[in-house]
């Protein structure tokens, strides 16, 4: 038995996480669900503050911030939003949010629907090639899989095809339209499990079997689109465990979004925000101005660069190593050890060897 440091009950051991090397967490399983899922609510209402939007860009969805994504529009992508972990944003992560526009799950999976035309080819005329007998374009073989008779191109769309016709089969079977709010649109739904613990894999990785095969599953399913589903699956670990699908629970999970909601009221003019109490202790790097956080002076890049001491020239260096007899002495004077001189003379091209072995020059007195 151990006793959790954050809800201050005995449990088993089996109830912790392990921990590195031979130990365990000092906060339960629970206890750690709860604080991951806090600190995501958190950084999504983070990027949403800064932005300056808790609804949908597009058709105006505001009821559940479970619901809401970050859709790129402007500019390369290069990271996911959700992957932001910091009590204060970065200057990259603020360039990286404002590239995005704040929509719902509905409206992002209509912009990300897969577009199964063929666009221009162009054909290396130098390499190996042959005619897809479906398109009927004449395409290298690289552009082929191996052992299909068709290419790429060709091969994915006639998967995509497979994949939404088993669908639209499995959606007829679970009558068609969203159990909740009656969305039909066939890219917008989902198969919502009731009970967690009878789930056995889900519907999408199974969609390459057939109907019979998946009839089972399904049966353990309701049908609901993507707002509705992020609306379930929202808290569903601090509610219950064996999550059902009822009026009742739709509502606690409304009243807890109303509690989080209350972080857009601690935003107004006349009232101070959490978000600019911790913006205060935002200062600047003293050597590139970038903005560093608690009591650190410099940024991590200049911290490292200051650190990077040890970079004599090459002659330099020569002249330090010819004058002494091993290069441990040279390590001393340079507050480094030997290793770190033979790095630096084959990074300048300097044998070290054949300057250990002159005579006849009076050594150089190294000061401190």
Same mark, same amino acid.
């Given at each position: 038995?151990?006793?959790?440091?954050? !809800?201050?009950?005995?449990?088993?051991?089996?109830?912790?996480?392990?921990?590195?090397? %031979?130990?365990?967490?000092?906060?339960?399983?629970?206890?750690?669900?709860?604080?991951?899922?806090?600190?995501?609510?958190?950084?999504?209402?983070?990027?949403?503050?800064?932005?300056?939007?808790?609804?949908?860009?597009?058709?105006?969805?505001? +009821? !559940? #911030?479970?619901?809401?994504?970050?859709?790129?529009?402007?500019?390369?992508?290069?990271?996911?939003?959700? $992957? =932001? $972990?910091?009590?204060?944003? /970065?200057?990259?992560?603020?360039?990286? =949010?404002?590239?995005? #526009?704040?929509?719902?799950?509905?409206?992002?999976?209509?912009?990300?629907?897969?577009?199964?035309?063929? /666009?221009?080819?162009?054909?290396?005329?130098?390499?190996?090639?042959?005619?897809?007998?479906?398109? &009927?374009?004449?395409?290298?073989?690289?552009?082929?899989?191996?052992?299909?008779?068709?290419?790429? /191109? !060709?091969?994915?769309?006639?998967?995509?095809?497979?994949?939404?016709?088993?669908?639209?089969?499995?959606?007829?079977?679970?009558?068609?339209?969203?159990?909740?709010?009656?969305?039909?649109?066939?890219?917008?739904?989902?198969?919502?499990?009731? %009970?967690?613990?009878?789930?056995?894999?889900?519907?999408?990785?199974?969609?390459?079997?057939?109907?019979?095969?998946?009839?089972?599953?399904?049966?353990?399913?309701?049908?609901?689109?993507?707002?509705?589903?992020?609306?379930?699956?929202?808290?569903?670990? =601090?509610? =219950?465990?064996?999550?059902?699908?009822?009026?009742?629970?739709?509502?606690?999970?409304?009243?807890?979004?109303?509690?989080?909601? +209350?972080?857009?009221?601690?935003?107004?003019?006349?009232?101070?925000?959490?978000?600019?109490?911790?913006?205060?202790?935002?200062?600047?790097?003293?050597?590139?101005? +970038?903005?560093?956080?608690?009591?650190?002076?410099?940024? $991590?890049?200049?911290?490292?660069?200051?650190?990077?001491?040890? %970079?004599?020239?090459?002659?330099?260096?020569?002249?330090? #190593?010819? /004058?002494?007899?091993?290069?441990?002495?040279?390590?001393?004077?340079?507050?480094?050890?030997?290793?770190?001189?033979?790095? $630096?003379?084959?990074? &300048?091209?300097?044998?070290?060897?054949?300057?250990?072995? &002159?005579?006849?020059?009076?050594?150089?007195?190294?000061?401190?």
């Amino acid at each position: 038995m151990k006793k959790c440091t954050t !809800c201050q009950v005995n449990k088993d051991e089996s109830e912790y996480y392990p921990k590195r090397p %031979n130990g365990l967490m000092a906060t339960c399983k629970e206890c750690n669900k709860k604080k991951a899922i806090e600190q995501r609510c958190f950084n999504k209402l983070l990027c949403l503050d800064y932005l300056g939007c808790f609804e949908c860009q597009e058709c105006g969805y505001d +009821k !559940c #911030i479970g619901a809401l994504d970050f859709h790129h529009n402007k500019g390369k992508k290069k990271f996911l939003i959700s $992957r =932001i $972990r910091n009590i204060i944003l /970065t200057d990259e992560q603020k360039i990286e =949010i404002s590239k995005c #526009i704040v929509i719902c799950a509905n409206c992002h999976r209509k912009e990300h629907i897969t577009d199964t035309t063929q /666009t221009a080819y162009t054909l290396d005329s130098r390499r190996p090639h042959k005619v897809c007998p479906k398109c &009927l374009i004449d395409k290298n073989t690289q552009d082929y899989y191996k052992n299909h008779g068709i290419c790429k /191109t !060709c091969y994915n769309n006639l998967m995509i095809f497979k994949q939404r016709k088993r669908k639209e089969q499995c959606v007829i079977y679970k009558g068609g339209e969203c159990c909740k709010c009656g969305e039909t649109e066939l890219p917008l739904l989902d198969f919502h499990h009731l %009970n967690l613990k009878e789930k056995e894999t889900g519907i999408s990785k199974m969609v390459s079997k057939s109907f019979l095969g998946i009839k089972a599953e399904l049966d353990k399913c309701i049908l609901l689109c993507a707002n509705c589903h992020r609306e379930a699956h929202y808290f569903r670990e =601090i509610l =219950i465990d064996n999550f059902v699908q009822t009026d009742e629970v739709f509502q606690k999970i409304k009243t807890i979004e109303d509690e989080i909601f +209350k972080f857009k009221t601690t935003l107004g003019k006349n009232q101070k925000s959490i978000l600019i109490k911790k913006e205060k202790i935002i200062k600047q790097c003293d050597n590139c101005k +970038k903005d560093v956080y608690k009591d650190k002076k410099l940024c $991590r890049n200049c911290t490292y660069l200051q650190r990077r001491k040890f %970079n004599p020239e090459k002659s330099e260096l020569e002249l330090i #190593i010819k /004058t002494n007899n091993s290069l441990e002495a040279v390590g001393r004077y340079y507050k480094v050890n030997s290793n770190s001189i033979r790095k $630096r003379c084959l990074k &300048l091209g300097i044998n070290y060897k054949d300057l250990l072995g &002159l005579e006849g020059i009076e050594p150089v007195i190294l000061a401190d």
